[in-house]
């Protein structure tokens, strides 16, 4: 009889054990918020929140305490494991933690959504303008600032100094470091690869020469609210901005909108139908018919496979023309700059991501940040083709995107060939004279070098002194210059993992820092003095920053032209001859007077004095002169 009793009180406690799992199983959980904090008084109001999590269907969400409210009601996906909900935030609102309670019939879970002071907009969220000079930054291989980081808990195994494919230990720590470096540099602008949290695993995907790599790139996200745990936190990162805008340097986000990592969670679990553009098992590949882009004639269908097919086939394309996807992606940057103070986006495939988006995300941006500049990658060589995307006017899409400036490569192309190469010098002015086509070619961003080509030093028949020459032209021709870490030491590599080689001195154990001059080889020194003296002129002179460029002097390998401004004219002269050449050329139509005294600010060459309306000037071989008043 006991024994009886006995057996059913335990059959009672297994169905009451398995009743209470069965519950607990289906009781709803909340694993993420996004985005996690706003700030009061935002053109943005009210938000919309994604809340990730687990049984999350028929759930109500509330928010506690004062100031924050729930509007409208939730939607949710059918597997119940994101709900979008809009909040509104008082312009009174305290700052601080809110708790955010999501009930379903089943239980309750509890989050939190945190209400921020609007940062002082007083020197931040500056924009950029001709008056930068701008500095690319690989994260992960300009300098390790925190050893700490190097292999973290939540990603271990993924840190190998010898492998050019694994994370080096560049952080944000080490850009704060090296911020007097950059300023003794003459830099006003650090452009910064990605910092979004990238996958925390070895890419079984993405084989590099056979091999797993890894996201120390940034472009492959997992979390777009998240900074990577190799790079820092959130709160380094607002320490970076705020010591940078103290040293006089703007910060410039580099922003992915185009696609997630190949193991974004999204992936698996999408947070609405249409989320992305195919699924992993069935989408389109990307075949990079970018021209049919500025083309009106072809059929939209046509081209479906360059603006949704997926990156290399793995990088699963977002899909913009979702209501859902559109306000995340729009929020996300406006989140990123807001909590920040951060000063310029650098925006990856633009291309590949629809101009009516772009329209909507643009509008956002100027509103909240209306001195924001936005710099596009459309990488390509034609002037037809990049100068479509640039904003301010409406093509035949109807569509004005509202992009501020591109990354120039149809400018990077020539440059590289006559200054590396020695071809004619003549295809850079060949290529300036298609500027009209652009509705603002004062903004583009020039380069000589990124961390998507082999460097510079790396090309056939590249020297120093083409090297040199290749920045002399950039830092007085017209746009906003960008220099590459580590151009400024003639550093090499050829393809693109050796581009993105170690800034020496930046990690432990480097037998040479060449951020310090005792670094620095005799050449490296002569080329850093040459530039850090480029950089000086480009802030003193402010014809180099106008937007005038008068055509003087152009022969196969010799190029002359000046810069106008109310303060002074300033005349450049190039000679990428493997000779010296004597050039002369008008320059009454540009107010010279007779007797006008010009000095050379490079001082290559002795001062030079108009005569009969001209000025004759002898160039050394391989030599570029920048003349002034006086
Ligand atoms: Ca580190
Ligand atoms: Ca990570
Ligand atoms: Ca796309």
Not at 488 to 508: I, K, S, Y
Request: glycine share 8%; net charge neutral; aromatic share 10%.
């Amino acid at each position: 009889m006991i024994r009886t009793i006995f057996k059913i009180l335990i059959c009672i406690f297994c169905v009451h054990l398995w009743l209470a799992l069965s519950v607990s199983a289906q009781a709803p959980e909340i694993l993420k918020v996004d985005p996690p904090s706003w700030w009061t008084r935002s053109s943005m109001n009210p938000v919309r929140l994604m809340i990730r999590g687990r049984n999350l269907q028929g759930a109500r969400v509330q928010v506690a305490g004062t100031g924050v409210r729930v509007i409208g009601a939730p939607k949710i996906n059918e597997r119940g494991t994101y709900v979008f909900v809009d909040v509104s935030i008082a312009p009174n609102a305290q700052p601080g933690e809110r708790a955010i309670t999501v009930t379903t019939p089943r239980g309750s879970a509890r989050g939190t959504f945190e209400v921020l002071a609007p940062l002082d907009r007083a020197g931040r969220f500056r924009g950029f303008s001709p008056n930068d000079v701008m500095y690319l930054i690989m994260i992960d291989r300009f300098a390790d600032g925190d050893q700490s980081n190097n292999d973290p808990p939540q990603s271990r195994g993924l840190y190998d100094r010898k492998n050019k494919f694994y994370y080096h230990g560049g952080d944000l720590q080490g850009v704060i470091d090296h911020l007097p470096y950059l300023k003794e540099l003459g830099i006003t602008a650090i452009w910064l690869t990605p910092w979004y949290d990238n996958y925390d695993r070895l890419n079984q995907i993405e084989l590099k020469e056979d091999k797993p790599s890894t996201g120390f790139h940034g472009y492959n996200p997992q979390d777009f609210y998240a900074v990577e745990e190799h790079f820092g936190t959130h709160a380094k990162l607002r320490e970076l901005v705020d010591a940078a805008h103290r040293s006089g340097i703007k910060i410039i986000q580099d922003q992915v909108m185009n696609h997630t990592g190949p193991y974004h969670p999204w992936v698996e679990d999408t947070p609405a139908p249409a989320w992305f553009n195919g699924t992993k098992a069935n989408h389109l590949k990307n075949v990079f018919q970018t021209w049919l882009l500025h083309d009106a004639r072809p059929l939209h269908t046509l081209k479906r496979e360059t603006m949704e097919g997926w990156f290399l086939d793995f990088l699963p394309d977002l899909n913009q023309n979702d209501p859902e996807v559109s306000r995340y992606l729009i929020q996300n940057t406006l989140w990123w700059i807001g909590t920040t103070g951060l000063d310029g986006i650098r925006m990856d495939t633009w291309q590949y991501v629809p101009n009516s988006f772009w329209q909507r995300w643009t509008a956002a941006l100027k509103s909240e940040f209306p001195h924001f500049r936005v710099v596009g990658e459309v990488k390509d060589g034609d002037v037809v083709h990049t100068s479509f995307f640039q904003g301010g006017a409406v093509r035949f899409d109807r569509t004005d995107s509202g992009l501020d400036s591109l990354l120039d490569f149809p400018l990077f192309y020539p440059i590289r060939h006559a200054f590396a190469e020695g071809k004619p010098i003549e295809e850079i002015p060949k290529t300036l004279s298609k500027d009209h086509l652009y509705t603002d070619p004062g903004i583009l961003v020039t380069l000589l070098g990124g961390h998507d080509d082999g460097r510079f030093m790396s090309e056939k028949g590249a020297t120093i002194e083409g090297l040199k020459l290749a920045n002399a032209f950039l830092l007085t021709t017209r746009g906003v210059p960008q220099l590459y870490y580590g151009d400024e030491l003639a550093m090499e590599g050829e393809d693109e993992p050796t581009t993105r080689g170690d800034f020496p001195g930046g990690f432990p154990g480097d037998k040479r820092n060449a951020f310090t001059g005792a670094g620095r080889t005799k050449e490296q020194q002569e080329l850093f003095e040459y530039i850090k003296r480029l950089t000086t002129l480009h802030s003193e002179l402010d014809a180099l920053r106008s937007t005038t460029l008068v055509n003087l002097y152009v022969s196969e390998q010799q190029y002359a032209y000046a810069r106008l401004a109310n303060t002074g004219t300033v005349i450049v002269v190039i000679n990428n001859d493997n000779k010296p050449a004597e050039i002369e050329f008008e320059v009454s139509h540009i107010a010279v007077r007779n007797g006008d005294v010009f000095t050379d600010r490079l001082g290559v060459i002795r001062g030079v004095v108009a005569r009969d309306g001209k000025l004759r000037v002898n160039l050394p071989k391989r030599s570029a002169a920048i003349f002034s008043r006086g």
